[in-house]
């Protein structure tokens, strides 16, 4: 589901600018993370070093800095395998702080960031109920060996913990209260830890969910608007062909009669004619293979080729309806080239249709202007009156756009001023 593995790091400007910069291995990125950690770990470090403790001014001597200094950057350059084994690390990690509690002063007290961010690794990759387990079971063996040292004799006491790192003066308290306040620092730096990572890997899993969501979406969509398109230059292949079949074939059979009939200068009559008819049935075949391709092998009955001068028609089939519209002509009307006579047809039809889905009960009105030099055939919705079928899959708007660039005519489709809708088509003639 995820294009990322589980505990990556999330897509986004970081991600990017670390593929530009050359780091783009999961390994290669992990490790410059646990040297970020230990450079933030070193810096603080330098800082808890030259803080002055008022009971003891000289609480850190030279070995016990070196001592804490190595194990907290061991810690953070661990970092390295926290995807390749975040179980072991845990355990590692658990091993190193309570080294490190060990070795601090009894006036203060370190936690370094590097189990923390173990802990928030592992509460992403492992499930929550495992990931919790194992935090605790790292925590229980901090506090395992911590208190084995203290009883040995090697602390006499520990001051309470919080997470990062934390300086205390040193206060009277029990070993009682010193160890409840170790275990609370542990529980939250590892369990703690896991929550944060579950929540992250969550975060990121919903997100990854979302965009699959919507990259199969368009998929659909994109496979929708293409069998769409390729229905609607199948079926104005099929009235291409009727068309242009019924046009040329006339125009074989008249020319036949015509060779037969003429007298005047028979010979040459004959032989203009006979290429006439050539000339015409080469055509049919040459469209009837191109309209075989288009149609992609796709059958069906043939049907009564629609026009304008049937509108009246499909008008009163949308009155029938329940729609109130209006036809009006305008103009000395003229004929048009059959194909552009059935697409303007078809853009009426389908305008009507969307109408009636998307503004039910709205009036519409279609204008048939016959200019000197175009025909606009325009078709407008007023505003809805009632709510309509909800938002359509635009495939309508995109097979009337295909009639329109078929005939060579100009397509516009938007909303009004008014709040309805507006299909506009200008056929130049």
Not at 369 to 381: C, G, T
Request: aromatic share 4%; charged share 20%.
């Amino acid at each position: 589901m995820d294009d990322h593995p589980r505990g990556a790091w999330p897509p986004g400007r970081l991600d990017r600018l670390l593929t530009r910069i050359g780091v783009t291995g999961p390994l290669a990125r992990d490790c410059l993370l646990a040297v970020v950690v230990a450079a933030l770990s070193a810096g603080m470090l330098l800082v808890l070093f030259e803080v002055d403790l008022p009971s003891s001014p000289t609480v850190f001597s030279a070995t016990r800095k070196l001592a804490i200094s190595a194990l907290i950057l061991a810690q953070a350059l661990l970092l390295c395998l926290r995807r390749v084994a975040p179980v072991p690390l845990m355990a590692v990690m658990a091993v190193i702080q309570a080294a490190i509690t060990i070795a601090t002063p009894d006036a203060a007290s370190v936690r370094g960031f590097a189990p923390f961010v173990a802990a928030i690794t592992l509460g992403s990759l492992l499930p929550v109920r495992r990931a919790v387990a194992v935090a605790a079971a790292a925590s229980g063996l901090e506090l395992v060996i911590t208190v084995g040292a203290l009883a040995l004799g090697r602390v006499s006491s520990m001051s309470s913990m919080v997470m990062g790192f934390a300086l205390e003066p040193d206060v009277p308290s029990s070993p009682f209260a010193a160890l409840l306040g170790h275990t609370a620092a542990s529980l939250l730096a590892f369990v703690g830890g896991v929550f944060v990572g579950n929540y992250f890997a969550t975060q990121r899993r919903y997100a990854a969910l979302l965009r699959l969501r919507a990259d199969e979406a368009e998929r659909e969509q994109r496979a929708r608007i293409a069998s769409a398109i390729g229905e609607e230059r199948a079926r104005m292949a099929r009235e291409l062909h009727d068309v242009a079949a019924h046009h040329l074939s006339g125009m074989v059979v008249q020319a036949s009669a015509v060779e037969r009939l003429i007298d005047r200068d028979p010979a040459a009559a004959k032989e203009g004619v006979v290429w006439l008819r050539g000339q015409g049935r080469e055509t049919l075949d040459n469209l009837r293979a191109v309209v075989g391709v288009l149609r992609g092998g796709a059958d069906g009955e043939d049907a009564p080729v629609p026009g304008l001068e049937v509108l009246d028609g499909l008008v009163r089939t949308a009155a029938d309806l329940g729609a109130r519209v209006e036809l009006v002509r305008e103009g000395q009307e003229r004929p048009v080239p059959p194909i552009a006579d059935i697409a303007l047809y078809r853009v009426v039809q389908e305008s009507l249709s969307n109408a009636r889905q998307h503004a039910p009960g709205a009036p519409v009105r279609i204008s048939l202007r016959y200019l000197p030099r175009k025909v606009e055939l325009e078709v407008v919705n007023d505003r809805p009156r009632r709510p309509g079928g909800g938002p359509g899959s635009g495939v309508g708007l995109i097979g009337m756009r295909e009639r329109a660039q078929l005939i060579g005519a100009a397509f516009t489709a938007a909303p009004t001023a008014a709040g309805g809708w507006c299909v506009m088509v200008s056929l130049p003639t």
